[in-house]
C-alpha cells in the first residue's frame, strides 16, 4: 500500500522549506521558505483532521537539514519460542512490539533495549538488527514524517513485566496464538510473523526496502 500523491508532495514540500530556513540568511527568502512551510500544512490539514496550525506547530519544531525519523522495535523471544508484545495506550490498548523513536545520544540498539524496559519492565540483550524498512513502503497509516523502521532479534536477560505511562498490558505470545487488534501505526501482523522466521532461521539476511 503507497501513501497518497498528496502526502509524498506536503512533505516534499516541507522538507524543501526546512532545508532552505536551515541555510538561507536572505530574509526574503526566508519569507518565501516559511510560505512554503505553510502552504504544506495547508495541504496536509486539507486532507487529515488535524488542524493547520497544529501542524504547522510541529513542522517549526523541525530544524536544519531534514532526514527520516528512525523507529526501533524489539522482537524478544522467550526460552519457549513465544514473542514479547505490549499494548498501546495511545492507540486504543492495541498491541504492538516494544519500541519508539530513537533516542538523542543512544544508539538504534541502546534505544531499543530502554523501550523494552520502559513498555514493559524487562531486560533484553539485543542479538541481531533483522530489519531495516520504509515505514511508507509497509503499508503502515500515512504519517506527517518520513521514518526509517528498525528491528532487531532478542532476548530477555530479567526484569519482570510491568505496564507503564504507555501501555496497559504486557505478553508472551506463541505464533498460533497471536492477536488481532494491532497497533498498526507501529506494528504490522506480517512483520510480527517475519520475526518468528527470522528467530527460527539465524541464516537469514537483514530485511529491508
Known amino acids: 500500500m503507497n501513501e497518497p500523491q498528496w502526502l509524498l508532495w506536503a512533505r516534499q514540500l516541507q522538507s524543501i522549506a526546512q532545508t532552505g530556513l536551515a541555510f ?5 527568502d526566508i519569507e518565501r521558505y516559511e510560505a512554503i512551510r505553510s502552504l504544506a500544512a495547508e495541504a496536509m490539514a486539507a ?6 496550525e497544529t501542524i504547522e506547530s ?4 523541525e530544524t536544519g537539514y531534514p532526514t527520516p525519523k528512525i523507529d526501533v522495535r524489539a522482537a524478544v523471544f522467550d526460552s519457549q519460542g513465544r514473542i514479547l508484545l505490549v499494548r498501546e495506550v495511545m ?27 520502559e513498555e514493559s519492565g524487562y531486560e533484553v540483550r539485543i542479538l541481531r538488527p533483522v530489519a531495516i524498512w520504509d515505514r511508507a513502503k509497509q503499508g503502515h ?7 526509517l523502521k528498525m528491528f532487531f532479534l ?10 507503564s ?10 505464533r498460533a496464538d497471536l ?17 518468528f522466521e527470522h528467530h527460527a532461521d539465524p541464516g537469514l539476511p537483514i530485511d529491508y526496502d
Open 154 to 163: 532478542c532476548e530477555p536477560t530479567g526484569g519482570n513485566p510491568a505496564i
Open 58 to 61: 510541529l513542522f517549526r519544531g
Open 24 to 28: 538561507n540568511t536572505n530574509p526574503f
Open 91 to 117: 492507540d486504543d490498548h492495541r498491541w504492538t512490539l516494544p519500541g519508539g523513536w530513537a533516542d538523542v545520544n543512544l544508539s538504534a540498539s541502546a534505544s531499543a533495549v530502554k523501550e523494552v524496559r
Open 165 to 174: 505511562i504507555e501501555t496497559s498490558a504486557v505478553g508472551w505470545f506463541a
Open 47 to 52: 486532507h487529515s483532521a488535524a488542524a493547520q
Open 141 to 147: 497509516p500515512p504519517s506527517v514524517y518520513s521514518c
Open 179 to 195: 492477536p488481532t487488534d494491532w497497533s498498526i501505526g507501529r506494528t504490522l501482523p506480517r512483520q510480527v510473523e517475519r520475526m
